[in-house]
C-alpha cells in the first residue's frame, strides 16, 4: 500500500484484513511492559536524532530493526547489534522477516547488547541528566 504521511493505519488493516493481527495501543505513558514482551522491536521512524527509544530497546536488549536514517549509524552497526533497513517497505520487510526467521542473529544481537549493557546505561543516564537540567 501508499503510505502517505498523514496515513490511517487502522484503515489500512482492514483493506488488507490483518486486524485480528494488528492492534492500535495507541499513545501509552509507560511503554515497557510492552518493550519487555516483544520478540524483536521494529523502529521505522523518520526521526532525525537520537532516539531515547532505540536506548530503551538496546537496554532492554531486544532484537531491533531499525530505519537507516541520518544518525542511525552512532547507536547501531548492522548485523551486529541490530539490522538497519532502508526507508522504504521492501527493504524493511526483509530485515524483519530475517530477523523473525533467523534465531542465531536474534541471539547474536541479545548478546551483543548484553555485553554491552554498561555503554547503553550509561547513554541513558547522560540523557535523562540532559532533560532534568533543561
Not at 519487555?36 to 530503551?56: C, P, T
Not at 531499525?66 to 548492522?78: L, P
Not at 539490522?83 to 521492501?90: A, D, F, M, P
Amino acid at each position: 500500500g501508499n503510505m502517505s504521511k498523514d496515513c490511517d493505519y487502522f484503515q489500512l488493516a482492514k483493506e488488507e484484513d490483518v486486524t485480528d493481527r494488528v492492534k492500535f495501543l495507541g499513545i501509552q505513558n509507560n511503554p515497557y511492559p510492552y518493550l519487555k514482551k516483544a520478540d524483536i522491536v521494529v523502529h521505522l521512524s523518520q526521526y532525525e536524532g537520537k532516539s531515547i527509544a532505540l536506548d530503551e530497546a538496546k537496554l532492554l536488549c531486544k532484537p531491533i530493526v531499525v530505519a537507516n536514517y541520518s544518525t542511525v549509524i552512532d547507536q547501531f552497526t548492522d548485523h551486529l547489534n541490530g539490522s538497519i533497513c532502508e526507508r522504504n517497505v521492501e527493504s524493511a520487510t526483509k530485515a524483519i522477516i530475517e530477523l523473525l526467521e533467523n534465531e542465531i542473529l536474534r541471539q547474536n544481537y541479545i548478546e551483543y547488547l548484553k555485553s554491552h549493557i554498561k555503554d547503553n546505561s550509561e547513554e541513558i543516564t547522560k540523557i535523562y541528566n540532559l532533560i532534568r537540567d533543561n
